[in-house]
């Protein structure tokens, strides 16, 4: 609204964020988002400019910033090239249901459509920017007067927290610098009613109670709602087991005698025992996507099915929906389920999928996760990519008892954990544990120094086999092993980081020994470390696809 002080459009933009408890902006510096980098300086000093090495880590740092406090996420790129490096982050954002706000500067206006460089206005045959962004957000706008900041800054950020995904503001340079009398305003709040629980919902559950034994299946729209004691509570007045999705490890405690372990292709096969005991499944926060139920189709027949989203599930035919807010709505239920609850059945433990020992020299996957499982401190944030290493970290190593387990399956970037761990140091700073492959490592490995140049409590964890090895498997078992296109020739990661950073604690250990005297030495320091752990490229990973059939 007219009438304030007159002031830049980005010296607004950065009081708006501040004054919406936003601490970290994420970004990769650049001519055309420079203003926007000159306000924060010039700013209140509450708010931070973070600038990463690549324009996807430091939208992975945003999202992980997010992921590990309930915080907006903020990210800030450049024109042409910068801004095109963003798309991967925003789709995972989009995916994965993550508020992220993006700023994007954009060349000044009068040169768009004439030639100028970096052009995405979509003019004169230029690449059009607002299109492709529109594609991977939830809201996308181009600022193309100064006045129009105060409507579409609240706007954006009220549409990435309320339909939880990325919102984009494209930002010409001069539309940056120019002056405006706009007072920013947030969008009066909108909070969700839980109302009376369906009629269905409540029926189903109570059904569930007297009939025998129930599984709560929980995904990471409990994560997004910060219901994990509601989630707890349900579990507990259905007597009903819990299983958890790959990307919400955390949300149940790994160590409670209800937990039955993690579905999906690399889960836990004693998920699929106790679903095929089961009369009634509750998912929770999900709508029971492909990678989480993976080897449970054949269970699913003849189950009740009882879903606690906003969305229906991709499972089921007429399924009570209960469509509230999700913390509200788990407690409801919990209180609407009077009387003594049930005895939890009693189930045969954690069962896992196939998998090697350590003998000798061949050193074994499933040691290696517990050797780091022993140094986790219970309040770390542990931080895991997807491919090989991502199956045996997620099967063997429980989520942190009072920390957090992130791992980005919306599009399973490679890379993404080294951003999103430095955002959750960022954001908590407590240890955090970033684990990845060589393979991840070689694309946005980098990182490590924004961990340098911030002195972050990172610990870096690099499963060294030389090569892609998820893909590498893939290639030995369904195709001709004898031709691989991704083997690595070795190499040394662990001396490599040494010799380009000297002030931070890296080597390369071969041992289950080694690896264990270099955690307890790292996680007593503040500052960042790495070690690179030796593996073998032929060992499978705890993954169902990769599990012999039998005959």
């Known amino acids: ?12 933009i950065v009081e708006h964020l501040d004054a919406a408890g936003v601490r970290h902006v994420f970004g990769v510096h650049g001519a055309n988002v420079e203003d926007l980098y000159d306000a924060i300086a010039r700013g209140s000093g509450r708010v931070a400019g973070v600038v990463g090495k690549h324009e996807f880590s430091a939208g992975a740092m945003a999202e992980g910033y997010h992921r590990a406090s309930n915080r907006l996420a903020v990210v800030a790129a450049t024109s042409g090239g910068g801004a095109l490096n963003l798309v991967p982050a925003l789709g995972e954002a989009y995916a994965s249901g993550v508020p992220l706000l993006a700023l994007i500067g954009q060349p000044p206006s009068s040169l768009e459509g004439r030639g100028a460089f970096q052009d995405q206005s979509g003019l004169n045959g230029s690449l059009n920017g607002p299109a492709l962004f529109a594609a991977v957000s939830r809201f996308c706008a181009r600022v193309d007067k100064p006045d129009e900041i105060a409507d579409l800054l609240p706007r954006a950020i009220r549409t990435a927290e309320r339909e939880r995904g990325p919102a984009v503001l494209l930002l010409p340079k001069d539309v940056q610098q120019a002056w405006t009398e706009a007072e920013l305003v947030d969008l009066p709040a909108e909070e969700d009613e839980p109302g009376e629980l369906d009629g269905r919902v409540l029926r189903a559950l109570e059904a569930a109670r007297s009939s025998g034994p129930t599984l709560v299946v929980a995904g990471s729209g409990v994560v997004r709602a910060d219901a994990r004691a509601e989630l707890a509570s349900l579990a507990a007045s259905l007597g009903a087991w819990v299983a958890v999705e790959p990307d919400a490890k955390d949300v149940f405690d790994n ?33 029971f996507p492909q990678v989480a139920r993976a080897g449970l189709e054949a269970s699913l027949a003849g189950k009740a099915i009882v879903c606690f989203d906003r969305h229906a599930p991709h499972v089921g035919d007429e399924v009570p929906l209960e469509t509230g807010e999700l913390r509200a709505s788990l407690r409801l239920a919990a209180q609407r389920l009077p009387g003594q609850p049930p005895a939890t059945p009693p189930h045969d ?22 050797t780091i499982a022993e140094a986790v401190p219970e309040d770390a944030v542990v931080v895991s990519d997807a491919g090989n290493t991502g199956c045996g970290v997620l099967h063997f190593l429980p989520a942190p008892a009072r920390g957090r387990y992130l791992l980005a399956l919306g599009m399973g970037g490679m890379g993404f954990s080294f951003g999103a761990g430095l955002g959750a140091a960022f954001a908590t700073g407590r240890r ?38 998820a893909c590498k498997s893939r290639e030995e078992l369904f195709y001709d ?17 040494a010799a380009m950073f000297p002030s931070i604690r890296a080597r390369t250990v071969r041992t289950l020994e080694e690896l264990r005297a270099f955690l307890a030495d790292s996680t007593a320091t503040t500052g960042p470390s790495l070690v690179s752990i030796e593996m073998r490229s032929d060992e499978m990973p705890p993954y169902l696809p990769f599990v012999p059939t039998e005959d």
């Open 349 to 370: 433990g954690l069962d896992h999928l196939p998998h090697e020992r350590t003998e000798g020299d061949r050193i074994a996957l499933r040691e290696v996760v517990g």
């Open 432 to 469: 955090t544990f970033v684990l990845a492959g060589d393979g991840s490592f070689y694309m946005h490995g980098m990182e490590v120094h924004t961990a340098v140049e911030h002195d972050l409590p990172v610990t870096f964890v690099i499963f060294n086999n030389n090569s892609h090895a």
């Open 481 to 497: 092993a004898d031709n691989t296109y991704n083997a690595f020739r070795p190499s040394d990661i662990g001396a490599g980081i």
């Open 1 to 12: 609204m007219p009438g304030g002080e007159r002031k830049r459009v980005v010296d607004r």
């Open 255 to 287: 160590h409670d005698p209800r937990f039955v372990g993690v579905a999906g292709a690399n889960g836990h096969p004693s998920v699929r025992h106790c679903l095929d005991r089961a009369r009634t499944l509750v998912l929770v926060g999900t709508r």
